[in-house]
């Protein structure tokens, strides 16, 4: 393996630790076998082969990987809930849904390096007991799924997939599903709905956790995009040398996608933890536009809580206890939750005070009520009704009043519904409205009634008609 | 309905892809398929996945009725998918749709949530909002048909739609 060169002006950061994003933007590369296979592809898959599928589980486990879908769940553990007993058939899933607003990570690996993913998926399966595994993709990737079915054409022909691969007992089939434009199919009992052919409804745990009761009532592992990719370099470097890039209990690398008002938006791979919320932004995106400056920022996707610039934050417990500004938090899963936030999707927007924040969670009220599945009242109507509220200050017919209906209707949705979309709704409602109500205030006094102080107002108003 | 060998061919082998007693499966990659020959799914071709899957046609058409990737309509030659959602906002996306509807000559003006595509006059471009489609560090980002592309400010809009005809 020779160290890789990039392609001109998308060089890694030098703050970056390129693992999973190894062959994103490099020089000479494509998406053939014959180039992952020269740069030592499928190596890992030969030495999972002569590894017990148990021992991947263990491996997985010391490394101390965490989901990077959103929920941030170690996998190994996840992988161990499949009942011991078990005799149906085991299914994985690889969940390329990638439709969390400020997300855009799998993308790249899917387009530009989808080996990868087939040899993390190929060495899961080994490990879990599955024969035959999907790659869910979103509807609005239609290259990437040609480019993944050529991918594992090519990889079946070269016996690492299919029957007896590599000439010894495991079997493999990877096949392809590509969904149809609805956000909740990322939600994992809804995307299994979704590929039984139904509508994507998620369904209600317990009982119906996947690891025990999935894909036609089997046993199924459904995990990330990236979250598979690691898989891959666990089992090449070992779970313990995994578990020391990073920080403790948020081990190893992950990929955050920053969008929004800064100079050099972008993807960057990083060790977790051990980067500042500051970091990123300043060295690593180039900062916030001239003359600008940082109001907020949503760190983990459209539905984690944002977080105020000029807020104090306090992290640790105990003697390391201690108090923070923004721009000191170090990007992991824990301490973005300590700051009541979480690190989600890794997707970071980044929002400076150019920006009124009534408009910004009216675009993202929108979102969610475009997307509610429709099944649990407090989530079809809640989310309706948080969007049209907001639709109505920002078209200038806001009353004084709703401040307080919006907080108590978002108020009334998280933790009343079937899935986690209702948290993810009412997540953004909640904290906007309780860190910004001087920008909400502006819509609802009566000095500013009938005027449209935003780009989207006229949109606003027209959709309150119909 | 009539559908081509070789689209029956495909059919058959997305039904291959899944259990034998589960070949409801295969409902969202046959419609798909469908869509992409005729444009939209019709009640024939609703029909048509219901016999092929062997299930009942309400199992298929509640799937085009929730899917917005799934349509009843025909849209234009070349459907036009602009992303609506906050980073893209932030970039400038409305000014990139307006700017669209310009160009193609589309009136958006009746567009609902039931019937979110507006299409141009000619019925050459079609045109809808969609939801954040994953690239949001390069917005405003749309899609022509499969095609994918990034920073499409307002200025470039007319150069990028000359590339159709
Ligand atoms: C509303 C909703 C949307 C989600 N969207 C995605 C998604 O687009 N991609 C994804 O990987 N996980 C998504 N998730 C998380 C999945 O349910 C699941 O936790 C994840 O795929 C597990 O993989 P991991 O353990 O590797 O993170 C979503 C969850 C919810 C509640
Ligand atoms: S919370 Fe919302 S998205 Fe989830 S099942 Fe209920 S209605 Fe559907
Ligand atoms: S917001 Fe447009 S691609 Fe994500």
Redesign the pocket.
């Known amino acids: 393996m020779t160290a890789p060169k990039y392609i001109k002006g998308k060089e890694p950061h030098k703050s970056e630790y390129r693992m999973v994003f190894r062959n994103v933007d490099r020089r000479g590369w494509d998406v053939s076998i014959k180039s992952y296979i020269a740069d030592g592809g499928y190596k890992d898959l030969k030495k999972a082969l002569k590894m017990k599928p148990q021992e991947i589980t263990d491996e997985v486990k010391t490394s101390g990987l965490r989901?990077?879908?959103?929920?941030g769940?170690p996998?190994g553990i996840?992988w161990g809930f499949i009942p011991p007993d078990n005799k149906k058939p085991v299914y994985l899933i690889c969940?390329c849904?990638?439709?969390?607003p400020g997300t855009f990570k799998d993308r790249y690996i899917v387009h530009q390096d989808p080996h990868q993913l087939i040899e993390g998926m190929l060495i899961s399966c080994y490990a879990v007991g599955a024969k035959v595994a999907y790659i869910y993709i979103r509807e609005e990737f239609p290259e990437g799924a040609k480019i993944l079915e050529n991918a594992i054409e090519e990889a079946r022909n070269k016996n690492f997939l299919g029957k007896k691969i590599l000439g010894g007992k495991f079997n493999c089939e990877i096949f392809v599903h590509r969904g149809a434009g609805a956000?909740?199919c990322?939600?994992?009992t809804g995307l299994i709905e979704s590929l039984e052919g139904k509508r994507p409804y998620p369904r209600i745990k317990p009982p119906y956790f996947p690891a025990a009761l999935g894909l036609y009532m089997c046993p199924t592992i459904?995990?990330?995009v990236e979250?598979l990719c690691h898989v891959k370099h666990i089992i090449a470097m070992g779970g313990q040398k995994y578990a020391n890039i990073g920080t403790p209990r948020n081990t190893g690398t992950r990929i955050l996608c920053v969008s929004g008002d800064v100079v050099k938006p972008g993807y960057f791979e990083v060790e977790v933890g051990k980067i500042t919320m500051g970091e990123l932004i300043n060295d690593i995106c180039g900062g916030l536009r001239k003359g600008r400056k940082l109001r907020g920022v949503i760190p983990g996707g459209s539905s984690a809580k944002v977080l105020r610039a000029d807020e104090k934050y306090t992290i640790g417990t105990g003697e390391s206890e201690r108090t923070i500004g923004i721009n000191d938090i170090p990007m992991d899963f824990d301490t973005l939750a300590a700051c009541g936030s979480m690190a989600g999707s890794g997707g970071v927007i980044v929002i400076d005070d150019s920006r009124d924040m009534a408009w910004i969670l009216n675009n993202i009220n929108t979102f969610y009520a475009h997307e509610s599945c429709g099944q649990c009242t407090p989530c079809r109507e809640g989310s309706l009704w948080m969007k049209k509220i907001t639709d109505r200050m920002v078209s200038g017919a806001g009353v004084p009043s709703d401040l307080k209906t919006l907080t108590s209707v978002g108020d009334n949705i998280a933790g009343r519904t079937i899935?986690?979309?209702g948290e993810?709704c009412a997540w953004p409602t909640q904290s906007f409205v309780a860190k910004f109500p001087e920008d909400f205030k502006k819509h609802t006094s009566r000095r500013n009634a009938g005027k449209q102080l935003n780009p989207e107002s006229k949109v606003a108003a027209a959709s309150l008609k119909s | 309905m009539e559908v081509s060998g070789e689209l029956n061919k495909q059919a058959n082998e997305y039904i291959s892809h899944y259990p034998k007693d589960q070949k409801r499966s295969a409902s969202l990659p046959l419609l798909h398929l469908l869509q992409k020959e005729h444009g939209y799914i019709d009640e024939e071709g609703v029909n048509w996945v219901a016999e092929k899957l062997d299930i009942e046609p309400i199992n298929v058409l509640e799937l085009v009725t929730f899917y917005p990737g799934l349509r009843q309509a025909a849209p234009g030659k070349y459907h036009i998918r602009v992303c609506r959602t906050l980073s893209c906002a932030m970039a400038g996306c409305y000014d990139t749709m307006e700017k669209f509807c310009e160009v193609a000559g589309i009136d958006r003006s009746k567009v609902t949530h039931h019937n979110p595509i507006a299409v141009s006059e000619d019925g050459k471009f079609s045109i809808e909002f969609a939801e954040c489609l994953a690239s949001c560090g390069t917005g405003p980002v749309c899609l022509i048909g499969d095609d994918f592309y990034e920073s499409v400010k307002a200025d470039n809009v007319a150069e990028l739609i000359e590339k159709y005809d």
């Open positions: 989901g990077r879908g959103g929920a769940f996998t996840k969940n849904d990638e439709s969390e956000y909740i990322g939600e994992e459904v995990n990330n979250s899935c986690a979309f993810a």
